[in-house]
């Protein structure tokens, strides 16, 4: 279990790097989407990811892989410690165990499928929009990260929509949007999975050094279509 010192001279200081690859003891498992509520990992269910996973009373903490799996680094001291995995919005625990009990002593030990399964408990549809700009310099093409989460307890389809600052300038998109109108660029989701993400980048023009000092604000909306309707949710 070997880590790394690094001295630099341009930052003047010494980095320590510690190897979180392996430790004397290990803990991993899978947090899953319990669908059809057997509490067990099966073929009918899919891994959730960034779940939070944490020990007590260390609070060593990781979080899920894409696929659900997970693997928590264990300290070294000797003794009794739980794993949990931390409570998810609208939706709850089905596996046997809701927390694990592992004993550390002076041996390698590694633990296996501590796995939690988790089911919705609600019929809600939810989803999460972000917009994250990169660093702002004038008369510059930059880049806009858009992020639509699911995470409701339904598989929506929906628009995206973002609205520019009068001063910001589209100038192309990963993903082609369905319309421009003014400055109102929209793309439609289909059918975003339990968990999942919707995202992609774009490219925008700033303004020159006469908007020196000007707040730039540009807004992103996510909207939920009734699939019966096709209305607005």
Not at 42 to 48: C, L, T, Y
Not at 104 to 127: K, Q
Not at 227 to 232: E, K, M, V, Y
Request: charged share 15%; with cysteine.
């Amino acid at each position: 279990d070997q880590d790394v010192a690094d001295l630099t001279y341009i930052a003047h200081g010494i980095f320590w790097f510690e190897n979180n690859v392996y430790d004397q003891s290990n803990s991993g498992g899978t947090v899953f989407a319990d669908l059809n509520l057997n509490g067990v990992l099966d073929s009918a269910d899919f891994g959730i990811h960034d779940a939070l996973v944490f020990s007590n009373p260390e609070s060593d903490f990781t979080y899920s892989f894409s696929n659900g799996n997970y693997l928590i680094r264990l300290s070294d001291t000797i003794g009794d410690y739980t794993i949990e995995a931390a409570a998810i919005p609208h939706w709850e625990l089905t596996t046997d165990s809701l927390l694990y009990h592992v004993s550390i002593d002076s041996n390698v030990t590694a633990f296996e499928h501590l796995n939690f399964g988790f089911a919705p408990i609600e019929v809600i549809d939810e989803i999460h929009p972000s917009l994250t700009g990169g660093f702002p310099r004038c008369n510059t093409v930059i880049n806009y990260w858009i992020d639509v989460k699911n995470t409701g307890t339904t598989i929506p389809s929906g628009i995206i929509q973002l609205e520019l600052d009068p001063q910001v300038e589209f100038i192309s998109a990963s993903v082609t949007p369905d319309s421009i109108v003014n400055q109102h660029i929209y793309w439609h989701y289909d059918s975003l999975m339990y968990f999942s993400n919707n995202q992609f980048n774009l490219n925008v023009q700033l303004p020159d050094f006469n908007s020196s000092g000007d707040s730039l604000n540009s807004f992103l909306t996510a909207l939920i279509l009734d699939p019966n309707s096709g209305n607005i949710i």
